[in-house]
T-cell receptor, first 112, second 118 residues
Framework: NAGVTQTPKFRVLKTGQSMTLLCAQD?????MYWYRQDPGMGLRLIHY???????AKGEVPDGYNVSRLKKQNFLLGLESAAPSQTSVYFC???????????FGPGTRLTVT | AQTVTQSQPEMSVQEAETVTLSCTYD???????LFWYKQPPSRQMILVIR??????QNATENRFSVNFQKAAKSFSLKISDSQLGDAAMYFC???????????????FGKGTKLSVKP
């Protein structure tokens, strides 16, 4: 039981490049979330999903897209990376809205 | 919109002593959930303790306990018998009970960095 895993752990991009972050969970959770964490700030919600095939915007969705084609996977895409997207990205999942969120180990992304 | 405030950017405690981390929040809702998460240098977010607003009894988990003051909108974390492994960033988080909008969205404070001195 791996819990929540994220790929990759580190990535460096040049401005304008695109990439996809993969989150996978093996707990059969319905809900999945993408957060970003910036220095001196708590985590902020980018997008979330309440089930396979659904996505919704969180607090800071601009510049990101997501997809939930399979229940166990939640992808976060950056179409044209900007330096302002340099951050640590966390994926989380939960069984339902009122249950504990389990977090992945994070991906450190640097955009130069 | 709900907000979570952690007024102590950094705290320090001597090993085996007790420390209390502060958290206040702003909400107009009567039912909600509160959490404390620990983030060690490994970056992994670990749930420490949770509190349902409708429960008057303060939650406890081994050496960790909370002081939940609903009227004052305060949710402090007490760590007893502090250990070196408790050194980490601690985040207070709020979650609305509402199904609509940001379902299950956690709203985090900015965190408190706890150092433990041997």
């Amino acid at each position: 039981n791996a819990g929540v895993t994220q790929t990759p752990k580190f990535r460096v991009l040049k401005t304008g490049q695109s990439m996809t972050l993969l989150c996978a969970q093996d707990m059969n959770h319905e809900y999945m979330y993408w957060y970003r964490q910036d220095p001196g700030m708590g985590l902020r919600l980018i997008h979330y999903s309440v089930g396979e095939g659904t996505t919704a915007k969180g607090e800071v969705p601009d510049g990101y897209n997501v997809s939930r084609l399979k229940k166990q996977n939640f992808l976060l895409g950056l179409e044209s990376a900007a330096p302002s997207q340099t951050s640590v990205y966390f994926c989380a999942s939960s069984y339902g809205w009122k249950y504990e969120q389990y977090f992945g180990p994070g991906t450190r992304l640097t955009v130069t | 919109a709900q907000t979570v405030t952690q007024s102590q950017p950094e705290m320090s405690v001597q090993e085996a002593e007790t420390v209390t981390l502060s958290c206040t929040y702003d909400t107009s809702e009567s039912d909600y959930y509160l959490f404390w998460y620990k983030q060690p240098p490994s970056r992994q977010m670990i749930l420490v303790i949770r509190q349902e607003a409708y429960k008057q009894q303060n939650a406890t988990e081994n050496r960790f306990s909370v002081n939940f003051q609903k009227a004052a909108k305060s949710f402090s974390l007490k760590i007893s018998d502090s250990q070196l492994g408790d050194a980490a960033m601690y985040f207070c988080a709020y979650r609305s009970p509402n199904y609509g909008g940001s379902q299950g969205n956690l709203i985090f404070g900015k965190g408190t960095k706890l150092s433990v001195k041997p």
